[in-house]
């Protein structure tokens, strides 16, 4: 079965820097998808990055940007010039590709503190 | 932009009680999701649909079932409401072929 780990329960970083959260996963399969999802405050749920693992390019999204490391099962979030409206609660997520379902698999989620 | 609306930010319930929790899609998605959150745990799927009056158990079905009746509405439906379903519960819905889902805002559900 797949697993996502988010090992960083809270992490926190001053306006105008830059912040990596990490994310791990585990599964035997080739092909999938991996995602970063924001829920703020007022709790819906936003895509943030989208990566498929056929791509071989690391997917980019204005400030937000992946580091995807398919052999060591990676895929870490950085975010560019840090702003206020980032904090949030981060959760990686991961797709199979062979999935009937398109269910995701969450990881633990990292919550963001953006200091001004 | 995909809409998905569910029907109460909040509800509270007692214990035993029968509970609706209902979701509503615009964009004509095949594909609806239930998750539940729950803090150091992510979010874990209860059930999903992938056409009316077709649905799946999800990894942890127990002690909920699921209606869906028309193609944007899936409600999911606690028989017998337990202080251990106190939760926030997330609707997604996602079109064929499609890999992103579209999440509503979750209802914080709090059984006494």
């Known amino acids: 079965a797949q697993t996502v780990t988010q090992s960083q329960p809270e992490m926190s970083v001053q306006e105008a820097e830059t912040v990596t959260l990490s994310c791990t996963y585990d599964?035997?399969?080739?092909?999938?998808?991996l995602f970063w999802y924001k829920q703020p405050p007022s709790r819906q749920m936003i895509l943030v990055i989208r990566?498929?693992?056929?791509?071989?390019q690391n997917a980019t999204e204005n400030r937000f940007s992946v580091n995807f490391q398919k052999a060591a099962k990676s895929f870490s979030l950085k975010i560019s010039d840090s702003q206020l409206g980032d904090a949030a609660m981060y959760f990686c997520?991961?797709?199979?590709?062979?999935?009937?379902?398109?269910?995701?698999?969450f990881g633990q989620g990292t919550t963001l503190q953006v200091k001004p | 932009d995909v809409k998905v609306t569910q029907s109460s930010r909040y509800l509270v319930k007692r214990t035993g009680e029968k509970v609706f929790l209902e979701c509503v899609q615009d964009?004509?998605?095949?594909?609806m999701f239930w998750y539940r959150q729950d803090p150091g745990l992510g979010l874990r799927l209860i059930y999903f649909?992938?056409?009316?009056?077709?649905?799946e158990k999800g990894d942890i079905p127990e002690g909920y079932s699921v209606s869906r009746e028309k193609k944007e509405r899936f409600s999911l439906i606690l028989e017998s409401a337990s202080t251990n379903q106190t939760s926030m519960y997330l609707c997604?819905?996602?079109?064929?072929?499609?890999?992103?889902?579209?999440f509503g805002d979750g209802t914080r559900l709090s059984i006494l």
């Open positions: 599964t035997s399969e080739s092909d999938y998808y």
């Open positions: 997520a991961y797709r199979s590709a062979f999935s009937n379902t398109g269910k995701l698999i």
């Open positions: 997604a819905s996602r079109g064929t072929g499609i890999p992103t889902q579209h």
């Open positions: 964009m004509d998605h095949e594909n």
């Open positions: 990566q498929e693992a056929y791509k071989q």
């Open positions: 649909s992938y056409d009316v009056k077709m649905k």
